[in-house]
Nanobody, 123 residues
Framework: VQLQASGGGLVQAGGSLRLSCAAS????????MGWFRQAPGKEREFVAA????????YYADSVKGRFTITRDNAKNTVYLQMNSLKPEDTAVYYC?????????????????WGQGTQVTVSS
């Protein structure tokens, strides 16, 4: 599975961005897609996850109510809509795929990773 993340950029606090993660290479009906982020000097942390099929979205407490993860199965693409952005959301955002249909917030439970996209939120 190859993942291509895009959509990062510079935005003022309170603004919005939408990240995209396009997947290719395999069928994904039993996979989970996740978004993680890593700020300088910090560990990679879970942001959100979604099953490719069936119901279920999962969020870190720090982004609940502000971020929304969705998928477009026809396009093999997962999105992360980020609203009400804060300076502490500044990080490199990565998408990842887990080849079991059970979400996890642990980074090393994911099997393939995209290249990351920078999100910078100015105060």
């Amino acid at each position: 599975v190859q993942l291509q993340a895009s959509g990062g950029g510079l935005v003022q606090a309170g603004g919005s961005l939408r990240l995209s993660c396009a997947a290719s290479g395999r069928t994904f009906s039993s996979y989970v897609m996740g978004w993680f982020r890593q700020a300088p000097g910090k560990e990679r942390e879970f942001v959100a996850a979604i099953r490719w099929s069936g119901a279920g979205t999962y969020y870190a407490d720090s982004v609940k109510g502000r971020f929304t993860i969705t998928r477009d199965n026809a396009k093999n693409t997962v999105y992360l809509q980020m609203n009400s952005l804060k300076p502490e959301d500044t990080a490199v955002y990565y998408c990842a795929v887990r080849r079991v249909n059970y979400p996890s917030q642990v980074a090393n439970h994911y099997d393939s990773w995209g290249q990351g996209t920078q999100v910078t939120v100015s105060s």
